[in-house]
């Protein structure tokens, strides 16, 4: 079958490794399904994992991807859980040590077709498009249980939203003003801070800049970059949760003096359960609020829209079709 994968792993030229080709179909696991990619959309973790962060030598070739939307073997319209976790696990998925995620240890989505626990299959709303509906297991899942499992905001909060342009972040957005928050975000460019206005921020700040006011909460994907802003943009008490470190993880103050002195609370966030991808499909379909596709393009250009998560250069995500 047609696939988008990882031939070999370079830390500092991650595209080297991409192969666009053929490979065989996945195998079916006991238990598990087959689901016939309509589309799937590029997560940051598509990079990662050629730059060999999560994915190791001995796995390759692996076909990448962790988002699809597609047709279940009896032809009904899906979404796929992309969290994987041991057979034997009850409870939160996230939260099994011995969890992957879909293009870690068992083939990914950009390919004709992906093999999934029966599990991890989520009715797709008639009301989302296919593209849309690929948007939402990595990045939307995340913001969403950052939100509303994780971070503790109530309606009329305020919360922070770091870096605007990302998956995450615009996800973070939508959802926010949705469910009543006060929303402030910051970017580094202007044109991605206009246009995180029209997809619901309240107020828009540049990267560092001192907000109008404290907030409840911080939505912090960007890492090292905007880690002291965060800390000091919270009011005592407060939440920052933290679900990635694209600028890296090691910050040059880790702020803990302030953290203990002001009683503020650093929430790690991974994923989410299948049942908050279930929570979040019904959120959009009752809402009609929808994922912001940047561009949507052939998975055969998958290069193209890759380069583009690498350098930066997206507002919302980007949709691989086939
Ligand atoms: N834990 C999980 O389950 C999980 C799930 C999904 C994603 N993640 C992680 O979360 C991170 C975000 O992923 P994503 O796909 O949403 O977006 P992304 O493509 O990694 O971009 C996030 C945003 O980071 C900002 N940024 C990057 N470098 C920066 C710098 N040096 N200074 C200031 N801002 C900078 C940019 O914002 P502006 O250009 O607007 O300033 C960019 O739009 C990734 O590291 C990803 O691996 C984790």
Redesign the pocket.
């Given at each position: 079958m047609f696939a988008v994968y990882a031939g070999q792993l370079n830390p500092d030229d991650p595209l080297a490794g991409l192969v666009v080709g053929e490979r065989p179909d996945p195998d079916v696991l006991d238990g598990w399904t087959t689901v016939t990619v309509k589309a799937a959309s590029i997560?940051?973790?598509d990079v990662?994992s050629l730059r060999g962060v999560g994915l190791r030598a001995e796995s390759l070739p692996m076909i990448l991807g962790c988002d699809a939307a597609g047709l279940d073997e009896d032809g009904n319209e899906v979404l796929v859980h992309a969290v994987i976790s041991d057979p034997a696990w009850r409870g939160d998925e996230t939260l099994d040590p011995k969890r992957s995620l879909l293009s870690e240890r068992h083939p990914g989505t950009f390919a004709e077709r992906v093999a999934v626990p029966r599990r991890n299959i989520v009715p797709k709303p008639a009301g989302l498009s296919f593209g849309e509906a690929a948007c939402l297991p990595?990045?939307w899942l995340?913001a969403y249980r950052m939100l509303f499992t994780q971070s503790g905001l109530k309606q009329g909060d305020t919360v922070l939203v770091?870096?605007?342009?990302?998956?995450?972040?615009t996800a973070a957005i939508s959802l926010a003003r949705a469910a009543g928050f006060r929303v402030f975000a910051?970017?580094?460019?202007e044109d991605?801070r206009d246009k995180a206005m029209r997809i619901g921020a309240h107020e828009v700040f540049e990267?560092g800049a001192r907000l109008s006011s404290k907030v409840d909460a911080v939505i912090e994907?960007?890492?090292a970059?905007?880690w002291s802003h965060s800390v000091k943009s919270m009011r005592p008490g407060g939440t920052i949760v933290i679900?990635?470190?694209?600028?890296g993880d090691a910050p040059k103050a880790a702020e803990l003096t302030r953290i203990f002195f002001q009683q503020m609370r650093v929430h790690g966030?991974?994923?989410g359960t299948r049942d908050e991808l279930h929570a979040l499909a019904q959120f959009l379909d009752i809402t009609g609020v929808r994922p912001l596709i940047d561009r949507e393009i052939a998975m055969s250009d998958a290069a193209e829209g890759l380069a583009a998560?690498i350098d930066?250069s997206?507002f919302g995500k980007i949709v691989l079709t086939l």
């Amino acid at each position: 079958m047609f696939a988008v994968y990882a031939g070999q792993l370079n830390p500092d030229d991650p595209l080297a490794g991409l192969v666009v080709g053929e490979r065989p179909d996945p195998d079916v696991l006991d238990g598990w399904t087959t689901v016939t990619v309509k589309a799937a959309s590029i997560n940051h973790h598509d990079v990662w994992s050629l730059r060999g962060v999560g994915l190791r030598a001995e796995s390759l070739p692996m076909i990448l991807g962790c988002d699809a939307a597609g047709l279940d073997e009896d032809g009904n319209e899906v979404l796929v859980h992309a969290v994987i976790s041991d057979p034997a696990w009850r409870g939160d998925e996230t939260l099994d040590p011995k969890r992957s995620l879909l293009s870690e240890r068992h083939p990914g989505t950009f390919a004709e077709r992906v093999a999934v626990p029966r599990r991890n299959i989520v009715p797709k709303p008639a009301g989302l498009s296919f593209g849309e509906a690929a948007c939402l297991p990595t990045a939307w899942l995340t913001a969403y249980r950052m939100l509303f499992t994780q971070s503790g905001l109530k309606q009329g909060d305020t919360v922070l939203v770091q870096g605007a342009g990302g998956g995450v972040a615009t996800a973070a957005i939508s959802l926010a003003r949705a469910a009543g928050f006060r929303v402030f975000a910051t970017s580094r460019e202007e044109d991605k801070r206009d246009k995180a206005m029209r997809i619901g921020a309240h107020e828009v700040f540049e990267s560092g800049a001192r907000l109008s006011s404290k907030v409840d909460a911080v939505i912090e994907t960007v890492g090292a970059a905007t880690w002291s802003h965060s800390v000091k943009s919270m009011r005592p008490g407060g939440t920052i949760v933290i679900a990635g470190a694209t600028s890296g993880d090691a910050p040059k103050a880790a702020e803990l003096t302030r953290i203990f002195f002001q009683q503020m609370r650093v929430h790690g966030s991974t994923m989410g359960t299948r049942d908050e991808l279930h929570a979040l499909a019904q959120f959009l379909d009752i809402t009609g609020v929808r994922p912001l596709i940047d561009r949507e393009i052939a998975m055969s250009d998958a290069a193209e829209g890759l380069a583009a998560v690498i350098d930066g250069s997206v507002f919302g995500k980007i949709v691989l079709t086939l």
